[in-house]
T-cell receptor, first 115, second 112 residues
């Protein structure tokens, strides 16, 4: 099984602050993803990466940015947090299974609250 | 990726089999059916996937109809810890970072 870690688990912060949500995986997966989810609602893909130096916007527009300088690391940054950014952020990475298909492995998420 | 339709909620008694249906009538021949579940605010967890044949692993069984337009996830002996939202996803593997799109899923409540 893949190991994927997100920190912090919970973050409460004031409006206007810059924040970075960390995501790391130890399995050497090339592909990584950020999803956003509000309570009781669907997961929405906001960013993904094919590999180092590759980043793409997801299906849901987000004011956050991401970077992929190392294979194992895919941090998400908000330059100026606002209350509308309050949500849960889930990081994932994917591995091919050898039959042309892929499985996603998710971290535990970061619950962000902006006051 | 093909669209899927799932019932919004289901109940199951503990110890009984939970059968979760999914319709994917627009599926194409090389699209896989994946099932994930999400237990209260945690990250989704992979359960099982298949292409044409029925599949079984330590968590569940996946039954795909012959025409592949629908499938059923079976939890053979549901426990309270199986209470979660279950997502059925149909996805084409393109060899690049094809995206998994999660719908609203089925909220399974396992009761005593």
């Amino acid at each position: 099984e893949a190991d994927i870690y997100q920190t912090p688990r919970y973050l409460v912060i004031g409006t206007g602050k810059k924040i970075t949500l960390e995501c790391s995986q130890t399995m050497g997966h090339d592909k990584m993803y950020w999803y956003q989810q509000d309570p009781g609602m669907e997961l929405h893909l906001i960013h993904y990466s094919y590999g180092v130096n590759s980043t793409e916007k997801g299906d849901l527009s987000s004011e956050s940015t991401v970077s992929r300088i190392r294979t194992e690391h895919f941090p998400l940054t908000l330059e100026s947090a606002r209350p509308s950014h309050t949500s849960q952020y889930l990081c994932a990475s994917s591995a091919k299974t050898g039959f042309g298909d892929e499985k996603l492995f998710f971290g535990s998420g970061t619950q962000l609250s902006v006051l | 990726d093909a669209k899927t339709t799932q019932p919004p909620s289901m109940d199951c008694a503990e110890g009984r089999a939970a059968n979760l249906p999914c319709n994917h009538s627009t599926i194409s021949g090389n699209e896989y059916v994946y099932w994930y579940r999400q237990i209260h605010s945690q990250g989704p967890q992979y359960i099982i996937h298949g292409l044409k044949n029925n599949e079984t692993n330590e968590m569940a069984s996946l039954i795909i109809t012959e025409d592949r337009k629908s499938s059923t996830l079976i939890l053979p002996h549901a426990t309270l810890r199986d209470t979660a939202v279950y997502y059925c996803i149909v996805r084409l593997y393109t060899g690049t970072a094809s995206k998994l799109t999660f719908g609203t899923g089925t909220r399974l409540q396992v009761t005593l």
